[in-house]
Structure formats: structure tokens, C-alpha cells
């Protein structure tokens, strides 16, 4: 995706234009936090996701997670999009982290954009 010039008044070209909603800003960390949840099957730990009212999540890394070096070292910004492949396909995004689903009722992807990780989120939310 081009770099799209915007006005300070003007909110990014994936909201305004592509609908996306902001979700979470996901940020890396090698401290155990309280209320750490496990996620066994990405080799992650996070925090803070359901208790945040900015949308913080914390995440910690296994040595051995396979996750990009990129996620676990650089903040990410997730939006939730309508149609997850729609926007894959449709888009010229450089993919870092191909659509997996995390839990129930969510799939996820990740995109790098000038260096920095943007996570794509879609729900299923008739579960």
C-alpha cells in the first residue's frame, strides 16, 4: 500500500476509506505481567487485552515461539476488517504472518507496512 498523504484534521486512509476499526495496540515485552493468559498453541503470553480500556495488550514471547522477529520486538496496531481474505487479496500488503485463528471466532493476519507490524483482525461474531 502507497503512502497517502492526509490532513492533520483526517483520520488514516484504512478508516476512512476502507472502514477499518481500531482494536488493539499490541506490545512486546519480556517481563511477566500480572494476569498473563497462555496461548500454548502461538507460544505466547498476554496480558492487559481484556482489562484495558485503550485497547493495551501485552505480549510475551517463548524462546522458541515461531512468531516473526518483527512482532516480537516492534509494537503493532490491530484493526478489525470486515473480510480478512478480501482485504489479503485485494491490497499489495507484504504479509508477515499468515491468516491463523488465535481463538474461537477470530482470525488473524499480519502485514508490515515501511517496518512496523499491523495485525488484521475479522470476527465471527454468530458464534
Do not use: Q
Request: some cysteine; hydrophobic content about 35%; glycine content about 4%.
Amino acid at each position: 500500500m502507497k503512502n497517502i498523504k492526509r490532513k492533520d484534521n483526517e483520520s488514516p486512509f484504512v478508516i476512512k476509506k476502507l472502514n477499518w476499526k481500531y482494536h488493539h495496540i499490541g506490545i512486546p515485552t519480556k517481563e511477566s505481567l500480572s494476569e498473563e493468559k497462555y496461548l500454548p498453541h502461538l507460544k505466547i503470553y498476554v496480558s492487559g487485552f481484556n482489562t484495558s480500556p485503550f485497547g493495551i495488550e501485552w505480549m510475551r514471547f517463548e524462546d522458541n515461539c515461531p512468531t516473526s522477529e518483527l512482532i516480537k520486538t516492534v509494537p503493532h496496531i490491530a484493526f478489525e476488517v470486515d473480510d480478512l481474505d478480501k482485504e489479503l487479496n485485494e491490497n499489495d500488503f507484504e504479509i508477515i504472518s499468515k491468516p491463523g485463528i488465535p481463538s474461537k471466532g477470530v482470525r488473524t493476519a499480519m502485514i508490515k507496512h515501511n517496518g512496523a507490524p499491523i495485525e488484521l483482525i475479522e470476527f465471527k461474531r454468530n458464534l
